[in-house]
Antibody
Framework: QMQLVQSGPELKEPGASVKVSCKTS????????MNWVRQAPGQGLEWMGW????????TYAPGFTGRFVFSLDTSVSTANLQIRSLKAEDTAVYYC?????????????WGQGTPVTVSS | QSALTQPASVSGSPGQSITISCTGT?????????VSWYQQHPGEVPKLIIY???KRPSGVSNRFSGSKSGDTASLTISGLQTEDEAYYYC?????????FGGGTQLTVL
């Protein structure tokens, strides 16, 4: 049974960093790309980008370059999202989502979401 | 401002049909069959209900259907049920990237 299990809620101060993990099971991790999606409080979904799980090469959507870093730990079938120099506007729920089609055409399985709160 | 435009809200009565539109441009939605739709109940994880414009994942009710005409993709829900009340998002390649529409709140009256 396919599962994407994300790490727990985070509360961080502005300027700090946070790492969100997405541990997968029930399928071959490197056969599917991993995407990240942000949802700010009361707002819609934003596609942040994707990472090639075979090569580790990330692609970031406009607006998510510089402070956002996608990475992998293929030994434990896990994708990670790191956000550096956190700002209040980074407060959101972050989802990992398995990519299908060309890897980012659509998402057939999602993690449960990780709430990140940035506040002093 | 999303490059994929959805109505902010739509409503319907139980048993009726509704359609949610997702409008892009002639160089994205009209050109590529990469439109998918997601249902999200408040506080829950988004769920894929339509992919590649018209395809329905296993387990999704056949009351949900997708289509496309020119630069506008559409999600139709027939035989509305109270549990269909949720937010619906389209997703596609648009404006040289991939992105979600702004979302549509469906109210079942």
């Amino acid at each position: 049974q396919m599962q994407l299990v994300q790490s727990g809620p985070e509360l961080k101060e502005p300027g700090a960093s946070v790492k969100v993990s997405c541990k997968t099971s029930g399928y071959s991790f490197t056969n599917y790309e991993m995407n990240w999606v942000r949802q700010a409080p009361g707002q819609g979904l934003e596609w942040m980008g994707w990472i090639n799980t075979r090569t580790g090469s990330p692609t970031y959507a406009p607006g998510f370059t510089g402070r956002f870093v996608f990475s992998l730990d293929t030994s434990v079938s896990t994708a990670n999202l790191q956000i550096r120099s956190l700002k209040a506007e980074d407060t959101a729920v972050y989802y990992c989502a398995r990519g299908r089609g060309n890897g980012r055409s659509f998402f057939d399985s999602w993690g449960q979401g990780t709430p990140v709160t940035v506040s002093s | 401002q999303s490059a994929l435009t959805q109505p902010a809200s739509v409503s319907g009565s139980p048993g009726q049909s509704i359609t949610i539109s997702c409008t892009g441009t002639s160089s994205d939605v009209a050109t590529y069959d990469i439109v998918s739709w997601y249902q999200q109940h408040p506080g829950e994880v988004p769920k894929l209900i339509i992919y590649e414009v018209t395809k329905r994942p296993s387990g999704v009710s056949n009351r949900f259907s997708g289509s496309k005409s020119g630069d506008t993709a559409s999600l139709t829900i027939s035989g509305l049920q109270t549990e269909d009340e949720a937010y619906y998002y389209c997703y596609s390649y648009a404006n040289t990237t991939y992105l979600f529409g702004g979302g549509t709140q469906l109210t079942v009256l």
